[in-house]
């Protein structure tokens, strides 16, 4: 049976007296907005079926309600898990948000979390959740699917040996970007050249070229592909051949990749090097979009390092993270219809 997806209202004093004051502060506007445009019962219904029905002995299980609005605020804040339960006692905004009263019960423990966020990896589920935040897009005409822009990012990982094993994460490595050497893996996404929000997600170690896995984040039915000039000779490259070879990839896709800085310096002054310049700011405008989902997970969300190790379990969360990060890029326009209902 699927539960409601909105926690029971209830108000203490406490609770009353703090919805009397006469300042929002940005972070109940920020969870009010989320209130509107995340599509809750379609998430709670995807996990529903892999989530317990029982609990131990003498006790039921929290409703995935509860632990669904939790886990995003998470995500949200960038927090660990014991951080979590920590800001929700401090902050009432976000006892409210959950669904909490203090005068009536006690905020889920960080271990309640820790079991619902690998039920999500052990599921597989961070990834559904993301392809249903995207057809909850899709549905809005908000995702569309004429053009992709593809780039990557890096993740940093803690470098240290000083830990149990005395060594780094094997499944990360180090990489040159510039005269700086980061250690980590890489966030490879795809996203919409209209709206900016991102459809295909693959992961990687740091050290992995940017240009060998950018037939994984097509979706297929793109007719324009644009990259930086990290992708230089991408349409010759083997695995995007293979790939339009079997159908995954349209054969008469467009790639625009930009062209290398130093090749552009050494062109003689004149008409056909402004030409040139011209016509790479034209590219740029438009690859431009694809930095705003960077910019929501690392700096809206402070996701700027891994906080996991290994591969598999960032990857999870990255899913989560964008999946998110697609929801404040489009919330103006998800909030726009229902703002014109209500008028």
């Known amino acids: 049976m699927t539960q409601p997806s909105k926690p029971p209202k209830q108000l203490s004093f406490a609770s009353y007296e703090y919805a009397q004051k006469k300042r929002v502060t940005r972070r109940e506007k920020f969870l009010a907005e989320m209130e509107q445009v995340v599509p809750w019962a379609r998430l709670e219904a995807l996990i529903e079926p892999k989530y317990p029905s029982t609990g131990r002995v003498g006790r039921q299980p929290i409703g995935i309600v509860r632990m669904l609005r939790m886990y995003c605020l998470q995500q949200w804040f960038g927090l660990s898990d014991e951080a979590v339960e920590d ?73 240290s040996t000083k830990n149990k094993d005395e060594a780094r994460d094997p499944q990360m490595h180090q990489t040159k970007k510039g005269n700086a050497w980061h250690f980590g893996m890489k966030a490879h996404i795809g996203a919409d050249t209209e709206s900016g929000l991102v459809h295909s997600l693959h992961t990687t170690a740091a050290n992995e070229s940017d240009v060998a896995h950018a037939h994984e984040l097509l979706h297929g039915q793109e007719a324009h592909a644009h990259g930086d000039a990290g992708y230089t000779g991408v349409e010759k490259r083997p695995e995007v051949m293979q790939a339009q070879q079997q159908g995954e990839i349209r054969t008469d896709v467009q790639w625009h990749v930009a062209r290398k800085r130093s090749k552009i310096k050494q062109m003689a002054d004149g008409p056909l090097k402004d030409l040139m310049l011209a016509a790479e700011r034209a590219k740029a405008q438009i690859r431009a979009r694809v930095e705003h989902p960077f910019h929501v997970v690392k700096n809206l969300f402070h996701h700027k390092k891994a906080r996991y190790k290994g591969l598999a379990k960032n990857t999870a969360q990255l899913y989560s993270l964008f999946g998110l990060a697609n929801l404040v890029i489009a919330k103006s326009k998800l909030l726009k219809p229902q703002a014109q209902d209500a008028s």
Do not use: C, W
């Open 87 to 159: 800001a929700i006692y401090d902050s009432q905004s976000m006892r409210d948000f959950v669904g909490i009263d203090l005068a009536r019960e006690s905020v889920p423990d960080a271990t309640t979390l820790l079991k619902f966020r690998r039920l999500l990896e052990e599921h597989g589920l961070t990834a559904r959740l993301f392809e249903e935040i995207n057809a909850h897009l899709g549905e809005r005409g908000l995702l569309l699917r004429e053009g992709t822009m593809v780039d990557a990012t890096i993740i940093a990982a803690p470098p």
